[in-house]
């Protein structure tokens, strides 16, 4: 396959076929992400990208799955990512899942027929960073979107019918009250938006990128495991949609957990109070063990 960059996707993507379709990411000025700031973002032509599934359709034979890279494949004019999924379920026949990370700006750009169109089509994942629910933060990290617009865009992708995965940072107002207001939004949005899946990562910062330098500064305090416990906590405890699954196993985690929401509910409480109690460093992810 033939890729520009380093490549990212969402875990759960690991074995899927990577489809390099924009190159970087449409927003690309948040504070907190390092991911694209080497790339000047772009789309690659439809005639480069149908040539990389006939080379996939060569190396693989057949796929499942396939992700869509690079930042924000949905930015993409809307009658090009039909064609894209198209070529893609018609060129392998085991195919089952498309998915793709989302910009709530360019997820707003799209009309309801146009998100339900693509879904139709196949796209059928779509991974949006929520990161909170809190207004203040949302400018704060230059996410470009207010709360309401945020819990727009999941929402015309969850009536859509398209599968959503929102991404919420813990440890992403620092050390101070605002944990506890960012945590209380972010189940409030949550709430809201009742995407299936609830991803939480732990703000690690990057270096390059605006908060690294922050912190550098002394102008942003980064939170310790237990303190990012806390906030999980009570984000927990303010969760009330059924049937979320909550995967919080991602690599910049201290407390590796998942469950389903609201069955798994005191048997996760039970495991972060476990911790907190025994304030057991042990019993945490190592920081030589974290990354993103």
């Known amino acids: 396959m033939r890729y520009e960059g380093n490549i990212f996707r969402p875990f759960s993507e690991a074995n899927s076929f990577l489809l390099q379709c924009t190159i970087g990411c449409s927003h690309n000025r948040c504070t907190f992400c390092g991911m694209y700031k080497d790339k000047k973002y772009r789309v690659r032509s439809l005639d480069e990208i149908k040539t990389d599934i006939g080379m996939a359709k060569q ?114 107002a620092g050390k101070g009250k605002r944990s506890y207001e960012h945590a209380i939004a972010t189940a409030a949005i949550t709430n809201e938006m009742q995407p299936q899946y609830l991803a939480a990562l732990t703000v690690t910062p990057v270096p390059g990128t605006v908060l690294y330098n922050q912190v550098k500064r002394g102008e942003f305090e980064v939170m310790d495991a237990f303190e990012t416990l806390e906030e999980m906590k009570v984000l927990f405890e303010n969760l009330t949609i059924d049937n979320l699954r909550f995967v919080g196993i991602h690599a910049s985690n201290y407390l590796p957990i998942n469950g389903t929401l609201q069955k798994d509910k005191e048997q996760m409480l039970s495991t972060i109070n476990t911790v907190l109690e025994k304030r057991d460093k042990s019993m945490l992810r190592g920081e030589h063990t974290r990354g993103l």
């Open 59 to 172: 190396y693989h034979g057949d796929v499942e799955k396939v992700f869509l890279c690079d930042g924000d494949a949905i930015a993409m004019e809307t009658d090009i990512i039909l064609q894209i999924l198209q070529e893609l379920y018609s060129t392998f026949p085991s195919l089952r899942h498309v998915g793709s990370y989302v910009g709530p700006q360019s997820t707003l750009e799209k009309s309801m027929t146009e998100l339900t169109e693509l879904r139709s089509a196949g796209l059928t994942k779509a991974y949006l960073g929520v990161e909170t629910g809190d207004d203040k933060l949302l400018k704060d990290i230059k996410k470009g979107v207010s709360a309401q617009e945020m819990l727009q865009a999941g929402r015309n992708l969850v009536d859509a019918g398209i599968n959503l995965s929102s991404m919420v940072l813990l440890g992403l």
